[in-house]
């Protein structure tokens, strides 16, 4: 979902008991990106029903808007770069630890096992075809970055997957162009150069004169947090808002 051009960035953990995990296959949990959207969709549907997979996984997602995306990447001073927001957000779903890698796996490994001293750290690539409890957790993250793109399709926007390589999302984003501002900002990631390009090309071609955009908003502050921070209630815990349909909190005895 890192390569999408169109949506919000979304980011998943699942996890259950370790002697559970080579159960999740007989379910047909898998590569996500070996899945139909029609099959992600059935399986994370059982994920939140089917009483075996609704009792011994659980799962937790984090989502990053293509606004909040763009803002970071393009700010003027210290860009929050995409690697950097990557880790951040994953970082804030962990609590042993399986992770696909973003960027270099050595490095993001050293990251997280200095984060984590006494959790087991393994980050390798393709980890989502490697490990079921992964493939869990990217089944969970694209259906849930399936359906918030959908939300915005207010006037039955046919635009694709989403992805640069998808010739109805080209069309959409050729097609939907405004002459002065582009695109609505929490659909389109302006940070990837597809839309960077295509806002150039279309200048050109029509002799406009681009609004230019300053991203500003968290300069200067630091995106990096104690740790401790992650065990904390958040705002939205603290005031009672219903979150049952991002997963369940659990206790250690429900294990």
């Given at each position: 979902?890192?390569?999408?051009?169109?949506?919000?960035?979304?980011?998943?953990?699942?996890?259950?008991?370790?002697?559970?995990?080579?159960?999740?296959?007989?379910?047909?949990?898998?590569?996500?990106?070996?899945?139909?959207?029609?099959?992600?969709?059935?399986?994370?549907?059982?994920?939140?029903?089917?009483?075996?997979?609704?009792?011994?996984?659980?799962?937790?997602?984090?989502?990053?808007?293509?606004?909040?995306?763009?803002?970071?990447?393009?700010?003027?001073?210290?860009?929050?770069?995409?690697?950097?927001?990557?880790?951040?957000?994953?970082?804030?779903?962990?609590?042993?630890?399986?992770?696909?890698?973003?960027?270099?796996?050595?490095?993001?490994?050293?990251?997280?096992?200095?984060?984590?001293?006494?959790?087991?750290?393994?980050?390798?690539?393709?980890?989502?075809?490697?490990y079921p409890i992964v493939s869990t957790a990217s089944i969970c993250a694209?259906?849930?970055?399936?359906?918030?793109?959908?939300?915005?399709?207010?006037?039955?926007?046919?635009?694709?997957?989403?992805?640069?390589?998808?010739?109805?999302?080209?069309?959409?984003?050729?097609?939907?162009?405004?002459?002065?501002?582009?695109?609505?900002?929490?659909?389109?990631?302006?940070?990837?150069?597809?839309?960077?390009?295509?806002?150039?090309?279309?200048?050109?071609?029509?002799?406009?004169?681009?609004?230019?955009?300053?991203?500003?908003?968290?300069?200067?502050?630091?995106?990096?947090?104690?740790?401790?921070?992650?065990?904390?209630?958040?705002?939205?815990?603290?005031?009672?808002?219903?979150?049952?349909?991002?997963?369940?909190?659990?206790?250690?005895?429900?294990?």
């Amino acid at each position: 979902m890192r390569r999408n051009v169109l949506g919000p960035m979304v980011y998943s953990i699942a996890y259950c008991i370790h002697s559970y995990e080579k159960n999740l296959k007989k379910h047909g949990i898998s590569d996500s990106k070996t899945l139909t959207p029609e099959r992600r969709e059935e399986l994370f549907e059982a994920l939140n029903t089917k009483d075996e997979l609704r009792n011994n996984v659980g799962w937790s997602i984090h989502v990053v808007s293509a606004r909040e995306i763009s803002q970071g990447m393009l700010r003027p001073n210290k860009p929050y770069d995409l690697n950097a927001q990557s880790h951040d957000t994953a970082i804030q779903l962990l609590r042993e630890i399986y992770v696909d890698t973003v960027g270099p796996s050595s490095s993001y490994q050293t990251k997280l096992q200095r984060l984590f001293p006494h959790i087991n750290v393994t980050v390798k690539e393709k980890a989502d075809s490697i490990y079921p409890i992964v493939s869990t957790a990217s089944i969970c993250a694209k259906v849930t970055r399936d359906r918030a793109l959908a939300m915005f399709a207010v006037n039955g926007e046919t635009w694709g997957s989403g992805y640069p390589s998808d010739p109805k999302t080209c069309e959409w984003l050729k097609s939907s162009i405004d002459p002065i501002f582009g695109w609505p900002y929490e659909i389109v990631r302006y940070s990837w150069q597809t839309a960077k390009d295509l806002l150039e090309k279309d200048a050109q071609n029509k002799n406009n004169s681009k609004v230019h955009v300053e991203w500003y908003g968290n300069d200067g502050i630091d995106n990096t947090k104690k740790i401790q921070c992650y065990f904390q209630a958040s705002k939205i815990a603290q005031e009672g808002i219903d979150l049952s349909w991002y997963g369940e909190n659990v206790e250690l005895s429900d294990f």
